[in-house]
């Protein structure tokens, strides 16, 4: 890692904390309990098998992300984002990452085709369909249920993660996703999936 500083959006960083396939997260000396996420002109497709440069893709990924966070937290769900700070990085409170992606589908395609043969493409889940995938590349992510993340036994801030987290988790990715879904229709666009 990396450990020399520089400037981003007028805030100095300290140490690359971790670089992961589209962005790097560096410490703030000057703002503890902060970091500076640091998006690269970078497109990645099935956990970064497939990766390219693309000129551009930071400062999109970068103001999207700004717009869907102040959408969030205006709507009243705490995030970890804080302020965009320059056209490719943002500043976030520092977290601890609960190492399960929480996928929120409204309509069946893709992989979870794969992993359904006999639904048809384009069904639509009334709720919306609630996934969850332990993040392990080496292995392509498999699916958990929510008993195995809850017998996993994950400590996360000092809290281990039991049924009670495993709900407000399910709970706050369902309700992030209708969130989003609506604002996405005010643009006349559906939001097919999610992932947290």
């Known amino acids: ?3 020399h500083q520089h400037t981003v959006g007028g805030i100095k960083t300290g140490k690359l904390l971790i670089e992961g ?3 790097q997260v560096y410490d703030v000396p000057s703002m503890p309990g902060h970091s500076i996420l640091l998006n690269k002109d970078r497109i990645t497709a099935h956990n ?14 970068n103001q999207t992300n700004a717009k869907v966070f102040t ?11 804080v302020r965009m700070i320059s056209d ?7 977290c601890d990452m609960v190492p399960i992606e929480w996928v929120t589908r409204r309509v069946a395609t893709g992989s979870y085709l794969k992993r359904n043969p006999g639904v048809k493409e384009g069904y639509r889940f009334a709720p919306a369909k609630v996934e969850t995938f332990f993040k392990d590349d080496a292995n392509d992510d498999p699916q958990w249920s929510e008993e195995q993340i ?6 996360v801030n000092g809290v281990t993660i039991g049924q009670d987290e495993v709900d407000i988790m399910r709970q706050t990715t369902a309700l992030v996703f209708e969130v989003l879904e609506r ?3 005010t643009r006349n666009c559906a939001l097919i999936d999610m992932k947290i």
């Open 48 to 61: 970064g098998v497939r990766a390219h440069d693309l000129e551009g893709k930071a400062k999109i990924s």
């Open 21 to 23: 396939k589209t962005k």
């Open 1 to 3: 890692m990396c450990s």
């Open 88 to 94: 490719n990085a943002f500043l976030a409170r520092k």
């Open 71 to 81: 959408l969030l937290n205006r709507a009243g769900l705490k995030t970890a984002f």
């Open 150 to 155: 809850v017998c996993a036994g994950f400590k």
């Open 183 to 185: 604002a996405w229709a």
